[in-house]
């Protein structure tokens, strides 16, 4: 009995995290209409993440470039990852693989469930340089964690829980997807 009571309260937890409030429907709106406003005008969308949010990062990319047809990028391949890690540090790979991939006009998705990650944080900094359009984070744990005070749009998780977090990323970032496909459809 107690496992049960256990993992209805861990599901009804995380359940509570992916009710939206009128920010993140607003931010989530905001979004669908950069994705559309990118794939108008030909621009990319480059997404990035550590550890579980990379496989999100990977996932979404996917679905974005199949789904609605826009050019989304992850970069999780090993040998890019770890030849600008050994080239430039750890905390530098992302903030490389944008300047020599990200182009004016694209948009930044930064996935960290601490808002900590100086990987992430020295993304913002080159997607600056490069004029990048719109910086998006996705974090957790504090609000006001040092990722989401350098992005344009931020949409944050309630928790300290990094599945909780992760989870609710990925739903928030697929519903995107499926707005812009749902409204093709019709």
């Known amino acids: 009995m107690s496992d049960i009571f256990?993992?209805?309260?861990?599901?009804?937890?995380?359940?509570?995290?992916?009710?939206?409030?009128?920010?993140?429907?607003?931010?989530?709106?905001?979004?669908?209409?950069?994705?559309?406003?990118a794939k108008k005008m030909n621009s990319r969308?480059?997404?990035?993440?550590?550890?579980?949010?990379?496989?999100?990062?990977?996932?979404?990319?996917?679905?974005?470039?199949?789904?609605?047809?826009?050019?989304?990028?992850?970069f999780n391949e090993a040998d890019l990852i770890t030849c600008f890690s050994n080239d430039y540090g750890y905390e530098k790979w992302i903030e490389k693989a944008i300047e020599f991939y990200g182009s004016k006009g694209d948009i930044l998705i930064l996935i960290s469930s601490s808002g900590k990650s100086k990987?992430?944080?020295?993304a913002c900094k080159a997607a600056r340089r490069k004029k990048i359009q719109k910086i998006i984070t996705f974090t957790g744990h504090k609000?006001?964690?040092?990722?989401?005070?350098?992005?344009?749009?931020?949409?944050?998780?309630?928790?300290?829980?990094?599945?909780?977090?992760?989870?609710?990323?990925?739903?928030?970032?697929?519903?995107?997807?499926?707005?812009?496909k749902i409204n093709k459809i019709k």
Not at 12 to 34: C, T
Not at 45 to 50: K, M, P, V, Y
Not at 53 to 69: G, L, P, R
Not at 152 to 177: K, M, P
């Open 6 to 37: 256990s993992a209805k309260k861990y599901l009804s937890k995380i359940s509570s995290k992916i009710i939206p409030n009128d920010r993140i429907l607003a931010n989530i709106i905001k979004i669908k209409n950069l994705v559309l406003k």
């Open 45 to 74: 969308i480059l997404i990035f993440g550590n550890g579980g949010s990379a496989a999100i990062a990977s996932h979404v990319s996917v679905d974005m470039t199949k789904n609605i047809k826009v050019k989304a990028m992850n």
């Open 143 to 180: 609000k006001n964690n040092p990722l989401s005070k350098l992005g344009d749009i931020n949409l944050w998780v309630d928790s300290n829980i990094y599945n909780h977090i992760e989870n609710t990323h990925q739903i928030w970032l697929l519903a995107v997807c499926d707005l812009i």
């Open 119 to 122: 990987n992430m944080l020295n």
